[in-house]
């Protein structure tokens, strides 16, 4: 009933927000991004502007040396985006048809919108926008998951991409650790061999039965990392920290007009604030694990041979050496 309930409030609160503009005007000119962050409801409602623009200014949130600078500018931070649709996690993505590619690619017949778009390809002047509607969002094809329609040749090719889910397969994964196993070994299949990858767990929940089911989910979840999905670099978005914040603090989530919490599940745009002061250290790690080591700075060593020792005059040759 609870689901029943929040999945109902969330499509009010796009049909609300969207509706106006089912189908957003796009120009179908489409540049991909370079910083992708793919998830749930969650950055719909409430981190989808943090995470904007904590990637957009990486320099400032997470360089913290002149090396670290430089493997930052790697990263094309005018070209991030950040797309969070409802109800999707991994399973969604990589399934190649029925229910599960459904919450990804099926319009929705009531509300016309199913996810938040932030960064510069949305030029709509709304936020919320549907999932094969316009050039940056053509995800979905017979045959194919929508994560593999995406990564297709001449389509998205970002240099670091990072998912961000949790709560809506923590049941799947809390109560099967090969389950998570397959789902991570299904997406790593799926992901192109060279691409530099991030998997960070959503924010934690308001109440407390809700956390620690996704704490088995992401313990589960993180296992199958360590073993078939080295390819990313995992982040615990729940961790003591991240939870005392969020745990039971009614100011971090939606109220209602008597400051009763009516949405335990999104955390609000102060929430994710908190969190990414909470995670900066753990994510600023988690993109410079993934970045290509910055080049060795070399260093001149001058030849100091005494001239006198020979008949001719000896020219001092700078030598060029890498430091290591």
């Not at 030598?319 to 290591?324: D, E, H, L, M």
């Amino acid at each position: 009933m609870t689901v029943t309930k929040t999945l109902t409030w969330e499509l009010r609160v796009l049909a609300m927000c969207g509706a106006i503009c089912a189908a957003p005007a796009l120009a179908e000119d489409f540049t991909p991004p370079d910083i992708l962050i793919l998830g749930d409801s969650q950055l719909s409602f409430g981190a989808g502007p943090v995470f904007l623009d904590f990637f957009s200014n990486l320099h400032e949130n997470c360089a913290m040396s002149a090396t670290q600078s430089t493997q930052l500018d790697q990263l094309d931070q005018s070209r991030v985006s950040v797309i969070g649709v409802r109800s999707t996690s991994v399973p969604s993505w990589i399934a190649t048809g029925g229910r599960a590619k459904d919450t990804v690619c099926k319009v929705d017949p009531t509300w016309r919108v199913n996810a938040g778009s932030y960064g510069y390809q949305n030029t709509s002047g709304n936020q919320y926008v549907q999932i094969g509607q316009g050039a940056p969002y053509q995800f979905c094809a017979a045959g194919q998951s929508p994560l593999q329609h995406m990564f297709r040749d001449d389509y998205y090719d970002p240099s670091l991409v990072v998912f961000n889910f949790l709560g809506n397969s923590a049941r799947r994964w809390a109560d099967s650790p090969e389950r998570a196993i397959q789902d991570v070994t299904e997406m790593m299949a799926q992901l192109p061999d060279d691409q530099a990858c991030i998997f960070m767990t959503t924010a934690p929940a308001y109440r407390q039965n809700t956390v620690d089911l996704r704490l088995r989910a992401q313990d589960n979840l993180q296992a199958a990392f360590d073993v078939v999905g080295q390819q990313c670099t995992f982040v615990e978005g729940a961790t003591p920290e991240t939870i005392a914040a969020n745990l039971g603090n009614a100011s971090h989530f939606r109220r209602r007009a008597n400051g009763t919490v009516k949405d335990p599940f999104h955390p609000n745009t102060a929430a994710s604030e908190t969190f990414f002061d909470l995670q900066r250290g753990a994510i600023c790690d988690a993109i410079f694990a993934e970045l290509d080591p910055a080049p060795a700075e070399p260093f001149l060593v001058v030849s100091t041979m005494d001239e006198s020792m020979y008949d001719m005059p000896v020219v001092a040759v700078a030598k060029v050496v890498t430091a290591n």
